[in-house]
């Protein structure tokens, strides 16, 4: 039973492999809502059952916060497999259409699979394993439009990809040598705090910091995110970006756990530069897509403030705004992908006179990218601000400042694009655009969230219990 | 629900239902605005009325009073584990405020009668702005009030940049990013205060009974006063606001001048100096340096200015350097001068933007050169001109004189904590501006409308229309009820001060008998 939400993930992806190759080019439009049930049914089999316990002689566990984020993945490929509905069905028209559905939403699901395993693993070699699903079929899924800028997307991810994982495990060989164990939970007892941890725990980090772009280790994110199509970089950002965190936060709580003061500075300095490097750069983009890598990776600086005070406050602040982030980066990215399978377009500029042709789309866009930018009343504020007060109570004064002059400029970008939607006049001859119904309520449902996950007190004091409850299993 | 909770909802509900309006039906939406507001007018004599009731007997235990009483107290938790609740209630510089933002986005809304490009979108942004300025006012639980004070801050992007004329987008840049810089100190500030006193609460009344640690409190102190001083145009803070105003539509400007700017004051007074006694011992001297700068600077500003607007902005900033010198002049008649100063800088500065509103509507120019002799054609317009104009140099009779004179009283008392030699040096100096200030208002007003009429085509204009008419009428006499009978609001703010001095007094060893 605890395994149910992956096993269920993996009989869909395997019965859409099957089933793709009966079927005839219409038919084939079946297979997203078969795909969206799977995933509905493993998300509902993962809320009917919130058991606890362990599996696999201890290799598989189930607990509070893998909840969280098992949910977060579901959620979120849910609604992007909503999302890319109108580009994968065979009406979709050719320029923008991705082929082979069935083999597309495969992979999709045995990638969801991995991240789905990678929140409950709790040795090192599944981990890697969980690990390697959770990152190789985002390589194919990024180069699946057989083109130029697709192709370097899809290579320059392997190769970083490749590099990160190399450093993954050789830090973990040296936690392994350091410790003589697999488990990780075993790990704090065994190792002392010296060099040679040190260099383990900074290789785990950095093979980490790739998925979680993480600066220094975020240079493949533009490139990828403006080569892959559309609907799979908003799969990318939210859900790979929560894999990274899932690992982090494991790596983190289970092994460092005694470390976590002592690196404290270290990671102050990582959160400083991802945000302010992320938030410098994208200023100046002019692609929307490029522009979301850049927003992303100062999103991922944020997120690390949550390691500062090392409590379950810090961990429920990281979940909640990782789940806050998906929602909220989903719903912005539901209107890229319209506009882009629409015009074809994916500059910022062609944004312009959105408020006039479509205004709830731009109402939607706006909030989602106040969202981001950490405005009240939405949700993003909230996360932003539960963030920093974590790294207030660290007693990182300095840092928050850091980290609020960094969401004001955030907004001084986000603010170029709910310009060119509500200052500036429609292009001549534009037409409004069409959203078709699984978008338009995978849109509804995302903002909707993104602004009641602010105001509702609900989910946040959940996330709050159930991190204080895993922090306990840990051992304090 | 109760009253406090209503004069913030109110605002909201009419942007909902202004949303509800078919666009194609701009008059039907600027009705549903008015009555709206209207509506909120009468709300705010009716708490005013019940405020003055209860709270008359309470004015003598505020003497020693160092936690100010709150009235129509509502509490409801919310971010429980964080301590966070919605915590909303009503003392008498609330009061005050909240009259004054009512009166200004009712005449604010009579301003705009005749904005016809996305009237809609218009009123909407122009209530929503207004419901986090109530929301500001009202709420005392900092969590709340950072929440309100973002959403107050934010739609003016879209008001100055939709609606606005000139630079539109570059001011309506500056003025976004400069305020949110601000409000970034003020959340390292406010994160610092939480943690401080343990990080269970958000609630200002609990704040304020925890004793921080002296040398925090010199470090947060200029983070909050500097944070709400970029909003309260604190000198060099105050570079958005000369742009921001010109490129504003009127009744922008108007809630923006009349409004917006004294959430920094009221921030800095409320947050900084009632939770942080010592730190603004330490910093008062100084800020009132800063301060004085600030009043000086902009009186030169608005000598050199063309613009009818940047004229007006000018003087904002001199004239809300004097709220923030008498907040940092820490003695109950600075303190009184500085909230008498945001309200009656606000009802005058509404009318001046209003005015101006109004007359480039019908000259279609601002430059003040190009303009004369338009009392001939627009009496009424010109009479209210000068009216604010007065006001704004401070003749007794209007509730500029007031304020101004409690203002240099209390920077010629001093503190305890300030060499006296050197505030009442900085008080002469700030005196000054008076000068000043006569002789740019009285230069700008003489050229616009007096002497003959330059312009042909001036010869043919019309004066006020009856909204016109109602709009500016109000706030004249706004202007003139709490110029001659100031003693209506000095009651009424007084008693919610008293504990801000008894605060000051009771940090320690420097406390002085008898101090004003």
């Not at chain 1, 992007?80 to 050719?94: H, Q, R």
């Not at chain 1, 790739?210 to 609907?231: I, R």
């Not at chain 1, 410098?280 to 690390?304: D, K, T």
């Not at chain 2, 338009?374 to 317009?381: I, R, S």
Request: charged share 10%; hydrophobic share 55%.
């Amino acid at each position: 039973m605890l395994m149910l939400p992956e096993l269920i993930v993996v009989a869909t992806g395997f019965l859409l492999l099957v089933l793709d190759l009966f079927l005839t080019e219409k038919q084939r439009d079946l297979l997203v809502p078969l795909a969206l049930a799977g995933v509905a049914v493993a998300a509902g089999a993962l809320v009917l059952t919130p058991d606890t316990g362990v599996l696999l002689g201890g290799r598989f566990a189930m607990d509070a916060l893998a909840w969280w984020f098992k949910l977060t993945f579901l959620l979120a490929a849910f609604l992007t497999i909503a999302l890319t509905s109108g580009v994968l069905e065979s009406a979709a028209p050719e320029a923008r259409k991705l082929h082979s559905p069935g083999e597309f939403l495969t992979i999709l699901l045995f990638n969801l699979t991995g991240m789905l395993l990678l929140a409950s693993t709790r040795d090192l070699i599944t981990l890697y394993v969980a690990l390697e699903l959770a990152t190789i079929p985002l390589f194919l899924l990024a180069a699946w439009r057989r083109d130029a800028l697709g192709g370097e997307a899809g290579l320059k991810y392997m190769v970083i990809g490749a590099l990160a994982s190399a450093l993954l495990l050789y830090g973990f060989g040296t936690l392994y040598g350091l410790t003589g164990t697999m488990r990780l939970d075993a790990m704090p007892a065994l190792l002392h705090a010296d060099r040679t941890t040190l260099f383990a725990g900074a290789l785990v980090v950095a093979g980490v910091g790739f998925k979680l772009t993480l600066v220094p280790f975020h240079m493949w994110a533009p490139e990828v995110y403006q080569g892959a199509p559309p609907p799979v970089t908003a799969w990318l950002s939210v859900a790979s970006k929560a894999a990274g965190l899932a690992v982090l936060m494991l790596v983190g709580f289970r092994v460092f756990r005694p470390f976590l003061h002592d690196a404290s500075f270290a990671i102050a300095l990582l959160a400083t530069a991802t945000m302010t490097v992320g938030n410098l750069v994208a200023i100046v983009q002019r692609n929307i897509l490029r522009f979301m890598a850049f927003s992303a990776i100062s999103q991922a600086g944020y997120l690390l403030l949550g390691f500062l005070a090392g409590g379950s406050v810090g961990a429920a602040a990281m979940v909640f705004y990782l789940l806050v982030y998906a929602m909220t980066n989903l719903s912005v990215f539901a209107v890229i992908i319209l506009h882009n399978q629409q015009t074809g377009s994916t500059q910022i500029t062609d944004y312009r006179g959105l408020s006039q042709l479509n205004p709830l789309l731009a109402l939607a866009m706006m909030f989602g990218l106040f969202g981001l930018a950490g405005i009240p009343p939405l949700s993003g504020f909230v996360g932003k601000f539960l963030l920093f007060s974590v790294a207030a109570q660290a007693g990182y004064h300095w840092l928050v400042g850091v980290a609020a002059v960094n969401s004001t400029v955030s907004l001084y970008y986000y603010l170029r694009i709910v310009r060119q939607m509500y200052i500036e006049s429609p292009a001549q001859g534009a037409v409004p655009l069409k959203p078709g119904a699984m978008l338009g309520a995978a849109l509804l449902v995302t903002t909707a969230a993104s602004m009641l996950l602010g105001v509702v007190p609900t989910v946040y004091e959940a996330v709050r219990s159930s991190a204080a409850v895993w922090l306990q299993a840990l051992g304090q | 629900m109760g009253l406090a909770s209503w004069l913030i909802l109110l605002p909201f509900l009419t942007a909902l239902a202004v949303l509800a309006v078919p666009a194609r039906r701009p008059e039907l939406i600027r009705w549903v605005a008015l009555t709206g507001t209207g509506a909120h007018l009468a709300l705010t004599a009716f708490t005013t009325l019940r405020f003055w009731q209860l709270a008359s007997p309470d004015i003598a235990a505020a003497k020693i009073a160092t936690l100010t009483k709150l009235y129509f107290v509502e509490r409801v938790p919310w971010f429980k584990s964080l301590g966070v609740d919605y915590l909303v209630g009503i003392d008498g510089i609330t009061m005050a405020m909240v009259i004054l933002t009512s009166i200004i986005i009712f005449t604010g809304v009579l301003a705009s009668w005749n904005v016809i490009v996305r009237t809609k979108e218009f009123f909407a942004l122009l209530l929503v702005l207004v419901t986090g300025v109530f929301g500001v006012f009202l709420s005392f639980d900092m969590f709340l009030f950072f929440m309100f004070y973002e959403v107050a801050v934010l739609p003016m992007y879209l008001l100055i940049g939709v609606w606005g004329t000139g630079p539109k987008e570059y001011s309506a840049m500056k003025l976004t990013l400069m305020l949110m810089v601000g409000s970034a100190f003020i959340l390292v500030g406010m994160l610092a205060l939480y943690h401080y006193a343990g990080g269970t609460t958000f609630d200002l009344t609990q704040l304020a009974q925890h004793h921080y640690p002296v040398e925090m409190q010199r470090w947060v102190f200029p983070l909050i006063f500097i944070g709400f001083g970029v909003l309260g145009a604190l000198y060099p803070f105050h570079t958005w606001s000369p742009d921001g105003h010109a490129s504003a539509p009127t009744a922008v400007s108007m809630l923006h001048a009349g409004v917006l700017m004294k959430l920094g004051g009221y921030g800095a007074l409320r947050i900084g100096v009632y939770l942080l006694p010592e730190g603004a011992q330490h910093w008062g001297l100084f800020f009132m340096a800063l301060t004085t700068v600030n009043i000086l600077y902009g009186a030169f500003g608005a000598i050199k200015q063309t613009d009818l607007k940047f004229f007006t902005a000018y003087s904002s900033v001199s004239h809300c350097g004097f709220v923030l010198f008498g907040v940092a002049s820490l003695n109950l008649m600075g303190f009184k001068g500085a909230v008498l100063q945001m309200f009656s800088h606000g009802v005058m500065t509404g009318l001046f933007f209003a005015l101006i509103g109004m007359v480039y509507g019908r000259t279609h120019t601002r430059i003040i050169p190009d303009m004369g002799g338009l009392a001939k054609v627009m009496p009424w317009l010109a009479v209210c001109f000068y009216i604010a104009g007065m006001a704004s140099l401070g003749l007794p009779g209007f509730a500029g004189f007031v304020a101004e004179s409690h203002v240099f009283l209390g920077g010629f008392f001093g503190n305890a904590w300030s060499d006296p030699l050197l505030t009442r040096a900085l008080t002469v100096v700030a005196t000054l501006s008076i000068v000043v200030t006569a002789v740019y208002v009285l230069r700008g007003l003489a050229k616009v409308f007096q002497g003959p009429i330059t312009d042909p085509h001036f010869e043919h204009l019309t004066d006020a229309t009856i909204t016109e008419k109602l709009s500016t009428g109000i706030l004249v006499v706004t202007l003139a009820v709490v110029g001659l009978v100031p003693g209506l609001l000095i009651d009424l703010i007084e008693a919610a001060l008293l504990p801000f001095v008894n605060r000051l007094h009771a940090t320690g060893a420097l406390a002085v008998a008898g101090h004003p």
